[in-house]
Structure formats: structure tokens, C-alpha cells
């Protein structure tokens, strides 16, 4: 891996990505419109971090930005590369099932309540097992089946 350029490689490279941002190449939009308005797109290998109090929605607007980056790795390829999400917060199941909540029509409330009839239940498994080809996306966090306790993140660590 180069660390180092010299200023003709470095203004080698800066003019080819000029061409790709005249061709309109930009990163993965969040597919909101008045924020992809506003901000610019992060391409592959940048990261976006979100901070904010508690409840705000910081989960449900990565998780949403994870699932249109994920679309962009099933239409161009995995050699695009996946999206990341790290939490310290909720399970990578509970991540997995809003997706899927958003995809089949039926509440996350409602499938852990039980409130769901043998053809939603279908339904729900059938868009789990699609997740590896649809929507591609890694966790690196705790587990509800691994019986793991959440790691200890703090500021500090």
C-alpha cells in the first residue's frame, strides 16, 4: 500500500478523479432527497459517523443508509464492497429484523409480540433468507443468540 506520492502523482490521481466527478460518478446518496441535497455522498471507504441523544434516530438513519449502500453493492458488484455498520447498541438481529420489518410490511412490534399469522411468518423468513443476496450488509456488534453481553464502550475506550 503507497503512502506516499510525489506531487506529479498526487496531481496524476487528482486529475483523474476529476474526470470521474465530471462523469457524475459521486458516492452512495442516503436516498433521502433533502439530505443527499445538501450534503455530499459518501463514496466507498469513507465513514460516516452520527452522533445525537438518545432517541433521535441515529439507528434508524444508518440502518436505512446501510440498506441503500447495500443496493449499490447488489447492482454494481460486490468487488464495490459492503457496508459496515458497527453498533454498540442494539443486536445485529434486531437490525436485521426492522430491515425486514420495512421490506414484508409487518411491525417489528408485531413479530416480537407474536402477533403475526403463519403467512406472515413465511413471509418473514422467506425476505431473512434473501438478506445475503438483497441486501448485503456486515454488523460488527453483539448477538441476542451468541449470548453475548454488549461490549463496554465508553468514551474512554
Not at 440498506?67 to 449499490?72: F, G, L, M
Request: aromatic letters at 8%; charged letters at 25%; glycine letters at 10%.
Amino acid at each position: 500500500m503507497d503512502l506516499v506520492y510525489t506531487p506529479s502523482v498526487v496531481s496524476e490521481y487528482t486529475l483523474e478523479y476529476i474526470e470521474k466527478l465530471k462523469a457524475g460518478r459521486r458516492g452512495i446518496p442516503l436516498g433521502i432527497p433533502r439530505f443527499d441535497d445538501y450534503f455530499v455522498s459518501p463514496g466507498p471507504g469513507d465513514l460516516v459517523v452520527v452522533l445525537g441523544r438518545p432517541g433521535m434516530g441515529k439507528s434508524s438513519l444508518m440502518a436505512h443508509y446501510a440498506n441503500e449502500a447495500s443496493k449499490a453493492t447488489v447492482s454494481l458488484g460486490p468487488d464495490v464492497g459492503f457496508p459496515v455498520v458497527v453498533t454498540a447498541e442494539m443486536a445485529v438481529e434486531d437490525y436485521s429484523l426492522r430491515e425486514t420489518s420495512r421490506v414484508v410490511g409487518i411491525s417489528t412490534k408485531e413479530m416480537k409480540s407474536n402477533r403475526v399469522d403463519d403467512g406472515g411468518w413465511e413471509s418473514i423468513e422467506n425476505a431473512v433468507k434473501d438478506t445475503p443476496r438483497m441486501r448485503p450488509i456486515v454488523y460488527i456488534g453483539h448477538s441476542i443468540l451468541n449470548k453475548r453481553k454488549r461490549p463496554p464502550m465508553t468514551i474512554g475506550n
